[in-house]
């Protein structure tokens, strides 16, 4: 049946203004993003005045037909525009927030749990609608000392114990005695920024649960806080509960529950593994892509069963139908799988979109879809800085520019397909499995040309913002996509009906993620570190070139260019140099040692199930797998899994940004969990080179690469640089196997020297483990009775055991006389390290401390370039207004400063 005829005029959009303008409302809004601090009264008024008069300017410009000077002053009154509506979201945002003089208060919290709990086996976490709060009698305010949302942290027993954390379900109501916690999370670099990802979410404090201050209660539910997601969000649960009762293996249900609702948290680490080693993550992630294609699946669907009602067809058009049915089976999925930011994004770009091409407004593509990603922006400015929303977008753009006809005008694509029938043979002569059979051939070329189009143009934006490519990506989701397509997922959502069908689909879903590993087994991935901004933006203009319907001489030169980013050159350390950067991993030790062709990491950091427990700061930290690794759903790589080890969500992504394929040597000072945490990632996925320890013979870790012990006096230069072991002796380790030492007394020590280092300790590191006050004796001892022992003077030294009041003796600091001291601790720690006497104690001696609790991973080089101790800090380098305001301990001249040296994140009034 022929469409009406009766249409509206189409509009046209002015030929360069829209574009012009959008974009540098967008500059504005990205040069926000960049800034310490946000603008205060003042600076608002003079900024919105800035704007007006541009407005006023270019408008009295262009009645004169002074064109160019009008559009000059209109883009620059757009970017002023886009800065300040971009610094007053921020504002109302950062005005919801923990009084700072509550960090760490340990209170009666009431309130209702929002959203898909997260469940796994240390524990439960969940986002909290607070209700009420006191403390010593006082009753604390949401929104005045308290924000409305947290994010909250169960732990469960270290014995193994069930805790009533495990039963958390979306829409109860608990009261619990909590720590609340600024929003706070650890900061490493080429890692996600948690404080980010809290401050995009809403939540402007974490907590942890502390059952020592009493035992939490489940409240009956009042009624009084009415969420409208509540009953999606409580049949989510349900469905979950559902399929893990009916499968009942953990690996299955997590697969089955990703494809149904979405949950990518229920997904196990080796599962998250192998599709992200294949490229086929985004088959268990929803992210903008995947919305779009749903929508555009229904949309096509729609279209073609509404032509098949005359009655239809005379209410309303097919193609204007086909778009709001599309766009409303986006927002049905969206909900189904948890109304997340990306998804919410989305359904904001698709309802964009859908609006435009209803009021009759046929601009070319790529124009609506900028339309479309100022109108996300707008909503979600923070949006500019998640990988999602790039991927997103940029998936769109290419497969537009590459002529993928499911993103042309509904009467332009039909056309075609119908001329392509009758130059084929005619639509009504062919018999009805000829026209089958074209359809399925026309669905297959235009399906393997889109594959084509967003594996190669979207590689190098996976290397920009996941430093790993899978070369078996395009092979891997040829074989996935159908499978889950047209099988699994199918198969999964009748479950929802008939749960036995989950009995069938979870261990197809298993043998299927089983062959993808196998997959990434024969071909691996690749891991060139990162490259530097330039050939990040040759990358990507490369891949647009090789995939554009453009001439091959440009598609050759674009894949020059795609190549120079797979083989960047990586910043390391010159000949003779030495650099060191201490992570932050919470209450725990991992430093990384780089010389100009080798790579030390000594210590692994704290393992997962302790982390949360000895460090107040892994309430977030702990709950994802580096804090804001949930916020990263993109539809080429996942969330690091949330039962990854240490070594799977910090050392190994750090790694291969630095480009580092294997270490050339892992030294674990000695068996305490928080040191070793996170060797046995790093060992079992063959990235260790050799192994020095002082474990005990029979630990598991020594069985898994060549071992040698630690032993005071074994010497190895490196590229220039001088390695030295200080401690264990031979006797320390063997009194140790007798179980006559504890663990502490037998860490290993080791010295680092530059090619430049003086007898005055510069150029020198020493990194001490946990040794105390006798060890720290003994080797002072051996030092000064043999005159071929290497002096014990360092510019820079680990202090011993994170701070303990049983290290760090006076006669020790007078041995080493270091000028700088590092501690590597956990913020408010059940330890209390490190230990005011001992922080007065280097005070005394004129030793500038940084504490990585505060200023994040820390940065040290030997070279004489080297950056002021402050600069070297991660949240000095990192700091945006949505983090957490902390101080940094850091040398300033010749005496120590304990200040503030970071900006406030406002203005001062």
């Known amino acids: 049946m022929s469409e009406p005829s009766t249409t509206r005029p189409v509009a046209t959009p002015p030929r360069h203004g829209l574009p012009l303008h959008l974009l540098a409302g967008?500059?504005?809004?990205?040069?926000?993003?960049?800034?310490?601090?946000?603008?205060?009264?003042?600076?608002?008024?003079?900024?919105?005045?800035?704007?007006?008069?541009?407005?006023?300017?270019?408008?009295?410009?262009?009645?004169?037909?002074?064109?160019?000077?009008?559009?000059?002053?209109?883009?620059?009154?757009?970017?002023?525009?886009?800065?300040?509506?971009?610094?007053?979201?921020?504002?109302?945002?950062l005005d919801d927030r923990l009084d700072p003089a509550l960090d760490g208060a340990v209170v009666q919290l009431t309130g209702v749990v929002r959203g898909l709990p997260v469940q796994r086996p240390d524990g439960a976490r969940a986002v909290v609608e607070i209700e009420s709060a006191t403390l010593a009698g006082r009753t604390l305010r949401p929104g005045v000392e308290l924000p409305r949302r947290l994010w909250l942290a169960w732990h469960a027993p270290l014995d193994g114990t069930a805790s009533a954390g495990s039963s958390l379900q979306s829409g109860q109501r608990w009261r619990w005695p909590v720590r609340l916690l600024l929003p706070r999370a650890r900061l490493n670099p080429h890692l996600p920024d948690g404080e980010l990802w809290l401050f995009e979410q809403g939540?402007?404090?974490?907590?942890?649960?502390?059952?020592?201050g009493g035992p939490p209660q489940r409240l009956a539910d009042d009624g009084s806080a009415f969420d409208p997601l509540g009953p999606i969000d409580r049949w989510r649960d349900r469905v979950r509960r559902d399929i893990r009762r009916e499968v009942g293996d953990r690996r299955q249900a997590g697969l089955l529950a990703g494809l149904v609702i979405g949950d990518q948290?229920?997904?196990?680490?080796?599962?998250?593994?192998?599709?992200?080693?294949?490229?086929?993550?985004?088959?268990?992630?929803?992210?903008?892509?995947?919305?779009?294609?749903?929508?555009?699946?229904?949309?096509?669907?729609?279209?073609?069963?509404?032509?098949?009602?005359?009655?239809?067809m005379r209410a309303l058009p097919a193609p204007r139908a086909a778009r709001w049915i599309g766009?409303?089976?986006?927002?049905?999925?969206?909900?189904?799988?948890?109304?997340?930011?990306?998804?919410?994004?989305?359904?904001?770009?698709?309802?964009?979109?859908?609006?435009?091409?209803?009021?009759?407004?046929?601009?070319?593509?790529?124009?609506?879809?900028?339309?479309?990603?100022?109108?996300?922006?707008?909503?979600?400015?923070?949006?500019?800085l998640q990988p999602g929303f790039w991927l997103s977008f940029v998936a769109v753009a290419l497969l537009m520019a590459g002529g993928d006809s499911r993103f042309e005008g509904d009467v332009e694509a039909r056309a075609k397909a119908r001329a392509s029938d009758v130059l084929e043979g005619g639509q009504q002569e062919a018999s009805l499995s000829h026209r089958i059979g074209r359809s399925a051939l026309r669905w297959l070329r235009a399906s393997s040309r889109s594959q084509w189009i967003a594996s190669v143009g979207l590689a190098p934006w996976t290397l920009i913002f996941f430093n790993q490519l899978a070369p078996v990506g395009l092979l891997a989701n040829a074989l996935a996509i159908p499978v889950v397509t047209v099988l699994l997922t199918p198969l999964a959502l009748a479950g929802l009906l008939w749960p036995a069908c989950w009995s069938i689909a979870g261990p197809l879903a298993a043998a299927g993620v089983d062959g993808l590993g196998l997959l990434a087994e024969m071909f691996g991935d690749w891991r060139p570190g990162a490259a530097p901004p330039a050939l990040q933006l040759l990358g990507a203009v490369g891949a647009a070139a090789v995939v554009a319907p453009w001439?091959?001489?440009?598609?050759?030169?674009?894949?020059?260019?795609?190549?120079?980013?797979?083989?960047?050159?990586?910043?390391?350390?010159?000949?003779?140099?030495?650099?060191?950067?201490?992570?932050?991993?919470?209450?725990?030790?991992?430093?990384?040692?780089?010389?100009?062709?080798?790579?030390?990491?000594?210590?692994?950091?704290?393992?997962?199930?302790?982390?949360?427990?000895?460090?107040?700061?892994?309430?977030?930290?702990?709950?994802?797998?580096?804090?804001?690794?949930?916020?990263?759903q993109a539809a080429t790589a996942p969330p690091a899994p949330l039962d990854a080890e240490p070594g799977e969500r910090l050392l190994l992504p750090l790694l291969d940004a630095l480009g580092h394929q294997r270490l050339d040597l892992l030294m674990l000072s000695h068996r305490d969990s928080d040191h070793v945490g996170g060797a046995s990632?790093?060992?079992?996925?063959?990235?260790?080179?050799?192994?020095?320890?002082?474990?005990?013979?029979?630990?598991?870790?020594?069985?898994?690469?060549?071992?040698?012990?630690?032993?005071?006096?074994?010497?190895?230069?490196?590229?220039?640089?001088?390695?030295?072991?200080?401690?264990?002796?031979?006797?320390?380790?063997?009194?140790?196997?007798?179980?006559?030492?504890?663990?502490?007394?037998?860490?290993?020590?080791?010295?680092?020297?530059?090619a430049d280092a003086r007898p005055d300790g510069h150029g020198v590191l020493l990194l001490t483990g946990d040794i105390e006050r006798r060890q720290e004796l003994a080797i002072t001892e051996r030092?000064?009775?043999?005159?071929?022992?290497?002096?014990?003077?360092?510019?820079?030294?680990?202090?011993?055991?994170?701070?303990?009041?049983?290290?760090?003796?006076?006669?020790?600091?007078?041995?080493?006389?270091?000028?700088?001291?590092?501690?590597?601790?956990?913020?408010?720690?059940?330890?209390?390290?490190?230990?005011?006497?001992?922080?007065?104690?280097?005070?005394?001696?004129?030793?500038?401390?940084?504490?990585?609790?505060?200023?994040?991973?820390?940065?040290?080089?030997?070279?004489?370039?080297?950056?002021?101790?402050?600069?070297?800090?991660?949240?000095?380098?990192?700091?945006?207004?949505?983090h957490v305001p902390l101080d940094v301990v850091a040398m300033a001249g010749d005496g120590l400063e304990f200040a503030n040296d970071l900006p406030s994140n406002r203005a001062t009034p």
């Open 551 to 632: 001439p091959w001489a440009l598609r050759l030169a674009g894949a020059w260019m795609v190549l120079a980013m797979l083989s960047p050159p990586l910043a390391r350390p010159a000949e003779g140099q030495v650099e060191l950067i201490a992570l932050d991993v919470g209450q725990g030790q991992a430093v990384l040692v780089r010389t100009a062709r080798h790579v030390l990491l000594y210590d692994s950091g704290p393992a997962g199930l302790r982390a949360g427990r000895d460090d107040a700061g892994a309430a977030l930290s702990a709950g994802f797998a580096s804090p804001a690794d949930s916020a990263w």
């Open 265 to 312: 948290t229920s997904v196990v680490a080796r599962d998250w593994a192998s599709v992200r080693a294949t490229g086929t993550a985004h088959l268990l992630a929803v992210s903008g892509l995947h919305l779009t294609m749903w929508a555009l699946i229904a949309r096509a669907v729609a279209d073609r069963l509404w032509r098949r009602s005359r009655r239809a």
């Open 681 to 754: 990632a790093l060992l079992r996925a063959g990235r260790v080179h050799g192994l020095m320890t002082s474990l005990e013979a029979g630990h598991r870790l020594r069985r898994l690469a060549p071992h040698q012990p630690c032993t005071a006096g074994l010497r190895w230069r490196w590229d220039g640089v001088d390695f030295e072991l200080l401690h264990p002796t031979p006797a320390d380790l063997d009194l140790r196997e007798s179980g006559r030492l504890p663990s502490n007394a037998v860490s290993c020590v080791l010295r680092v020297a530059a």
């Open 26 to 93: 967008l500059a504005g809004l990205g040069w926000q993003l960049q800034q310490a601090r946000l603008l205060d009264g003042p600076e608002r008024a003079g900024l919105l005045a800035a704007a007006l008069f541009g407005l006023l300017l270019a408008v009295g410009l262009s009645r004169r037909g002074w064109r160019g000077s009008a559009t000059g002053a209109g883009l620059i009154s757009a970017a002023l525009a886009g800065w300040l509506a971009c610094d007053l979201r921020a504002g109302w945002r």
């Open 203 to 212: 939540l402007r404090a974490t907590a942890s649960v502390r059952e020592a």
């Open 327 to 384: 766009l409303l089976a986006a927002l049905a999925y969206a909900l189904a799988c948890g109304w997340g930011v990306p998804a919410q994004r989305t359904v904001l770009m698709l309802a964009t979109w859908t609006l435009l091409r209803d009021r009759a407004r046929r601009w070319p593509a790529l124009r609506v879809l900028a339309t479309c990603a100022a109108v996300v922006l707008a909503a979600d400015p923070w949006a500019a």
């Open 783 to 882: 030092a000064s009775a043999s005159p071929a022992a290497v002096p014990l003077r360092a510019e820079l030294m680990l202090v011993p055991h994170h701070g303990s009041r049983t290290s760090s003796t006076d006669a020790w600091l007078a041995a080493v006389q270091p000028r700088l001291a590092l501690v590597q601790a956990g913020h408010l720690n059940r330890y209390g390290h490190p230990s005011a006497e001992v922080m007065a104690r280097y005070r005394a001696h004129g030793i500038g401390v940084i504490r990585t609790d505060r200023c994040g991973a820390w940065h040290w080089r030997s070279a004489s370039d080297r950056l002021p101790a402050p600069e070297g800090c991660e949240r000095w380098r990192r700091y945006r207004y949505w």
